[in-house]
């Protein structure tokens, strides 16, 4: 009967001081490291065992661990006075080494996210453009904001009105059927004379079946010059 043991994979040494120090349950701040280099050096006996290649990393962090446990047992005058104590060195390794896995975990996520997302390169829609068609003459959707704008703020259009009950609504489908209507009679209409009715809800409606109207090419949006009145009529 033959017994298989699985050992799991490390990226390096510090991957593997990591590894031993969370089983342990303590904090890297607190290793020791005569407990810390038995545990590592147990390792690398079973690596051994099993005929494994040892990269020459972990035998270099054996010989490191080995040497700074030969100084935490066996301290002289000399090493006493040092001004960088190897094990604090080995902790702060630790501690960065720490950060960075978490970091990679962390973009390793972001990415998985990331490959979720679909994106295509930008394309050239100049073939479809019809240089025949031009839907308003010399007026952007800017102009006509500002016009709508500057007719909300009209005094005139906003004076107190009186409140009534009523069950009458509004669609735009309703209001495109009534200003093809009303431009077919008068053939040209300004814009502001569109709004017979001093309610938030149609002036509303009526804005965006002017837009609707543009959009579908049924009507012409042009204006003389700045601050001229806009005049819409039938395409």
Same mark, same amino acid.
């Given at each position: 009967m033959s017994c298989s043991i699985s050992l799991p994979a490390f990226d390096g040494p510090l991957d593997l001081l990591l590894h031993l120090i969370k089983q342990s349950n303590i904090n890297i701040c607190d290793i020791e490291i005569v407990e810390i280099t038995r545990?590592? #050096?147990?390792?690398?006996?079973?690596? *051994?065992?099993?005929? #494994?290649? !040892?990269?020459? *990393?972990?035998?270099?962090?054996a010989a490191e661990l080995i040497e700074i446990k030969s100084k935490v047992l066996l301290p002289t005058q000399e090493e006493?006075?040092?001004?960088?104590?190897?094990?604090?060195? #080995? !902790?702060?390794?630790l501690l960065e080494y720490e950060q960075y896995k978490e970091s990679t975990t962390t973009l390793r996520k972001l990415e998985i996210v990331r490959q *979720?997302?679909?994106?295509?390169?930008?394309?050239?829609?100049?073939?479809f453009k019809d240089n025949n068609t031009? !839907?308003?003459?010399? !007026?952007?959707?800017?102009?006509?904001?500002?016009?709508?704008?500057?007719?909300l703020v009209n005094s005139e259009n906003i004076r107190p009105l009186n409140t009534r009950?009523?069950?009458?609504?509004?669609?735009?489908?309703?209001?495109?059927?009534e200003i093809r209507d009303i431009i077919h009679q008068k053939k040209k209409v300004k814009f502001q004379d569109l709004f017979d009715v001093f309610t938030k809800e149609y002036i509303v409606v009526t804005f965006l079946a002017i837009l609707s109207l543009s959009k579908k090419q049924e009507i012409k949006i042009e204006q003389s010059k700045n601050f001229d009145n806009i005049i819409i009529e039938a395409r």
């Open positions: 545990q590592y #050096l147990e390792y690398i006996h079973k690596m *051994e065992e099993m005929n #494994l290649d !040892i990269a020459s *990393e972990y035998l270099v962090m006493e006075n040092e001004e960088e104590d190897p094990k604090e060195k #080995l !902790i702060q390794r *979720e997302v679909k994106t295509k390169e930008p394309s050239d829609l100049l073939e031009v !839907i308003n003459y010399g !007026i952007t959707l800017d102009n006509l904001l500002d016009a709508f704008s500057k007719f009950i009523t069950n009458k609504e509004y669609s735009v489908g309703k209001r495109c059927t």
